[in-house]
């Protein structure tokens, strides 16, 4: 017995002394039945005061008094986090302590005996503050001095105060910071997070979303847009310029004129500037009549052509006809020419006499076998040679339209040496 007092001192010493190092402590009135295995049953009352040594952990002091027996206890309370909700927490406890018990035996002699006892049990704690929480307990009490089992069922107000278990720090190294550069992998100013367009090449303005700008909108980009200022809906090139398939200097949406040449001067519309001219010309006839050998007489056939010229002096009032004779080879030359102007002579004198040609407008010439058109050493060629031919010669005026042009350019340079030298060589070869 003497014992189990010194062994429940150490017991309850060991927390007094932690008690300035650890944890929180615990005051608890109990109240509760006390059922003996000998005795009488009955009220309990008690007073517990506890230490937390550790979150899940604590230990308690107890001493209480039911009808016919007093008890001082040691007992450690486990109540596991895994086991807690916000407001309750279960318990599981174990401890030993003295039992001093006064019963009547079966002698009815009045007996009284201290004894060790051993806890062991379960509760409930509910918090109701930080401070406050009820407390519900269940617990068996072996006396094993005796061989008796005793059952106590409790409740109690419990109240906790004082400092808090101090806690361990734990060191840890300050990091230091890493500054990370969002990726941009075509060096536009536009992280790749946010680039639309994430290919853009080097150098080009961009927008906010990484894609080029184009102020025009007329999908050639800025940075290579040689007419940034392109009327919206044009139609434009690679260059962002409009389009001039005919370059003519007038753009394909206003040129009504596509497919002009590119040397030609053209005005707004895209067409080409004419100018018109007054123009005067001669008018030349020539018709040929062909005579028999040695003769001057017009064949009857071929007094159609006379009146061709005929027809032609008389709708160019200012016009002059004249009249040249040929004859072959045949014979003296001195008689072919007398020859061939007896024959103009004759062309001459039907269109004065039969077509009324006023005869100063009308010239007849002799020109014998000087201009042969053909072979004098067949019959056929001095058949061709033997003719008479009406040149009628006029001016007339006209009004000529042309196409104004741009000048050529002049050649320079090693091109211009080139071609005076291949110049040169041509007329050298001729």
Known sequence: MKLNRIALAVVLAAPLAASAQTGLFSVTPLLGYHSPDKGDAGAYVGLAAGLRIAPAVAIEAEYGKASDAKLLNANMLISPESWATSTLSPYVLAGFGQQDLDYVNTGKKTVATTDTVMNLGGGVVYGLSDVLSLRAELRGIHNSDKSMTDYLVLTGLQYGFGGKQEQVVEYVAPVEPVNVVPADTDGDGVVDANDRCPNTPSGWEVSVDGCPLDSDRDRVPNSIDECPNTPSGMQVGANGCPLDEDKDGVTDSKDKCPGTAINVIVDDKGC??????????????????????????????????????????????????????????????????????????????????????????????????????????????????????????????????????KPAKAVTGKKAVKKGKKGAAKKKAK
């Open 272 to 405: 080409a500037k004419t100018v018109t001219k007054e123009v005067k010309e001669a008018i030349k006839e020539e018709i040929n009549i062909v005579f028999d050998s040695s003769k001057s007489i017009i064949k009857p056939e071929f007094k159609g052509e006379v009146a061709k010229v005929a027809d032609l002096a008389k709708a160019n009032g200012n016009a002059f006809i004249t009249i040249e004779g040929h004859t072959d080879a045949s014979g003296n030359p001195a008689k072919n020419k007398v020859l061939s102007q007896e024959r103009a002579t004759a062309v001459m004198n039907m269109l004065i006499s039969d077509y009324g040609i006023p005869a100063a407008r009308v010239t007849a010439i002799g020109f014998g076998s000087s201009k042969p058109v053909a072979d004098n050493t067949t019959v056929d060629g001095k058949a061709k040679n033997r003719r008479v031919i009406a040149v009628l010669t006029a001016e007339k005026t006209s009004m000529v339209t042309t196409v104004m042009t």
